[in-house]
């Protein structure tokens, strides 16, 4: 099964709206960490916004936020009041056994969605 | 600044050839990782290092090695290319601290003929 699921491959939203990219991520350790990528044409990969487990509180970072329900296992990002400069790959990705025992730091990502943004 | 650096940027080699992409970092992470990018398959972890003379096979490995004798670097060798090692391949670094994120370099372009 897949361990991260982007369910859209492309998305295109008119500039200034908000938009949401869904992530849902498969795993049986109660603790795990969320992170999303963006990705743009130039190819470089850029952190946006992490969520921890056991965080209390949605995270949130500038127009980024990430809607985290535990209980559905999703860790959608919304990005609010789209810019033209938001056109790129987005990537979902999750750290599993995320605790001070170090056990296990690798990544897996999903596929990613595509997010065009209309003028 | 720190950074992560990769080279080269884009490479072109033919099958059966043995081919090294560098990746160094001067943020003195003692976490290193190697990905490829696939259209459809997202990133894929290759291997990874979480110190000097530590190196573990990630979810695909068959055909890579690494060698971690420093900090700084972790190589990543191609044995012998392939046309399906063709792909785009990112390094990564990260603190051995809980809640730190991996940052990326560039990327390397690599074309198997």
Known sequence: ?119 | DAEITQSPRHKITETGRQVTLACHQTWNHNNMFWYRQDLGHGLRLIHYSYGVQDTNKGEVSDGYSVSRSNTEDLPLTLESAASSQTSVYFCASSKREIYETQYFGPGTRLLVL
């Open chain 1, 1 to 119: 099964a897949q361990k991260i699921t982007q369910t859209q491959p492309g998305m295109f939203v008119q500039e200034k709206e908000a938009v949401t990219l869904d992530c849902t991520y498969d795993t049986s350790d109660p603790s795990y960490g969320l992170f999303w990528y963006k990705q743009p044409s130039s190819g470089e990969m850029i952190f946006l916004i992490y969520q921890g487990s056991y965080d209390q509180q949605n995270a949130t970072e500038g127009r980024y936020s990430l809607n985290f329900q535990k209980a559905r296992k999703s860790a959608n990002l919304v990005i609010s009041a789209s810019q033209l400069g938001d056109s790129a790959m987005y990537f979902c990705a999750m750290r599993e056994a995320y605790n001070s025992n170090f056990g296990n730091e690798k990544l897996t990502f999903g596929t990613g969605t595509r997010l065009t943004i209309i003028p």
